[in-house]
């Protein structure tokens, strides 16, 4: 195997042994990108790139192994446009916490940053002003998003390993399109400082990696309180590692039946019956449970994440930051910098948030919404009460084709039908490779637990994922 096909714990025990060199790990990245990229597009490639010859002599926990990182999390010094034209050119003069804790951990940040939906509005990485990622598996199929690029990079073994950030799904959705781990985390367990923010009450950054227990390593190095993140929680962070005892016996799983409803596709359907049964020969005790408000989930979310998203979006305005339109007047410049500026799902979204927050509206979209909200949570309480973890789809459909759902938003919002409600919820969730559909496109097993237990859910990924080979198997690519 090459270098840039294992995994970032199997090349630790190799950086650290001295038997592999930082550089060389590099040089493989490089080489694969020159090799696949542009048929993949998981990269924004700039002109102001600059490749990362000397690679820091760091020691530290991450031994220099490279972390990719997506278009909305600042890098100080690596421009920052989630994908954005409104953005061009912005190069942020700080960095987001979680890039200061993977440096102080030893990481390396690799100087490419990962393609995106435009400010992480979408699930195929087709809004993107640097156009759109194509799945590994397929190149003809969308690879999810909003973190299309990262879920593609690692997938193609052009990244180790990657940060994505996940509002409705955009973390598990593409790793379960391309057949990879992805982690959302509790709402306040990372910093979402130089975060780009889509939906404050619900972004939050996570791991898109190769197997489990990188995801246990990259999210241990994430985690913790951040005096600059009001959000952020000020509880321990447990040592995830710790967690992966490859032992699930009589841990009591939860299906929620709603999941499994028309829309569906059959061959997910079956994929996922079959993962339930393993669950089950591994020693856990399954049991249908119900989630009754799953079915507001989708029009909740589209209002307060859109909602956030429209108060978020009003500083880019052409003053402060990227892109600004020529004008000598200056309502005129603000108007031409936004219209020229921003794509149309970002419009879109500006436009529907505006009109839920305005006034005689608020109390009829957002309030209401947030009402809905507080019931999906409680519906997740109510499970959680009884039942250790909920096991589940990540997505109805494998990955769909380009330009298939790309002129119909509506088609587009719900396919994150299972990904939304933990967000709502603030609770966190995994996804893992569990099988493929006859075509050979990959099928994420979703699996969620309560507020900060992330050990429960890399523990049951863990558990399932070595007892299966599906995390192992590559694209032709
Ligand atoms: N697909 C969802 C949306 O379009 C989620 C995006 C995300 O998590 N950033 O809003």
Redo the contacts with the bound molecule.
Sequence with gaps: MELNQLTAHELLVRLKSGSVASEAVQEALYARIEKVDSKINAYVRRADFRKNDAVNKKQGLLFSLPVTVKDNICTEGLNTECCSKILAGFCPPYEATVISKLKKAGAEIFPLKAN??E??????TENSCFGPTHNPWNLGCVPG???GGSAAAVAADEAIWALG???????R?PASFCGVVGL?PTYGRVSRFGLIA??SS??QIGPITKDVEDAAILTQAISGYDPNDSTSVDQDVPDYLKSLTKDIKGLRVGIPKEYFVEGMDSEVKSVIEQAVNKLKTLGASVKEVSLPHTEYAVPV??II??AE?SSNLARFDGVQYGYRAKSDNLIEMYKRTRAEGFGD?AKR?IILGTFALSHGYYDAYYLRALKVRTLIKQDFDRVFAEFDCIAAPTSPTPAFKLGERASEPLK??L??IY??SV?LAGIPAISIPCGFTKDKLPVGLQIMAGSFNEEMLFRVAHTFEQNTEWHKIKSSL
Excluded: H
């Design positions: 995106m939906d400010f992480a509005f979408g699930s195929s998003g909003s973190s950030s996940d509002t409705g799904g955009s973390i959705q959302k889509f939906a619900l972004d979310y589209y994440a859109t998203a799902e979204r587009m919002y396919s994150d990904t939304i967000n």
